[in-house]
């Protein structure tokens, strides 16, 4: 079950029954709108055909660990909920990474060095991903360092 709030848009909006087809069909109606709420129909359509898809089929965001000479570990832990990063770049630190509600964190059985995020909202499978990526920035010392740029 997803459940998005558009209260913020100046937007109605109606579930009603196509009398051709028989199905049911999302009407969404702006009064008197101007060219930002005009373009907030397309948006909100856009959020609930990503509700839509999401329950039904799901979301999937694959990542890989890309290094040269220090291989870089990675375990999965909480049943999926979590993910702990070792040897990146060659520290001892260990980066943790909390999945969102909703997402989980699996190892790819077929492709090396890849894991597989999944989940029934974009926006929280993404910004897991996101997260994930964030942990894993270089520094600008790093960049010149390793002659990266």
Partial sequence: KLV??????????QLIKDPETGKKKLKIDSWFGTRKTSASIRTALSHVDNLISGVTRGFRY??????????INASIGGDGKSIEIRNFLGEKKVRKVEMLDGVTIV???????????DGNDIELVSR????????????????RDLGVI
């Fill in 62 to 71: 694959k990542m890989r660990f890309v290094y040269a000479h220090f291989p």
């Fill in 128 to 143: 897991s991903c996101a997260l994930i990526n964030q942990v894993l920035s270089l520094t600008s010392w790093y960049q």
């Fill in 4 to 13: 998005r709030d558009f209260k913020h848009l100046n937007l109605d909006f």
């Fill in 107 to 117: 190892r790819s059985e077929k492709v090396k060095d890849e894991i597989v995020l």
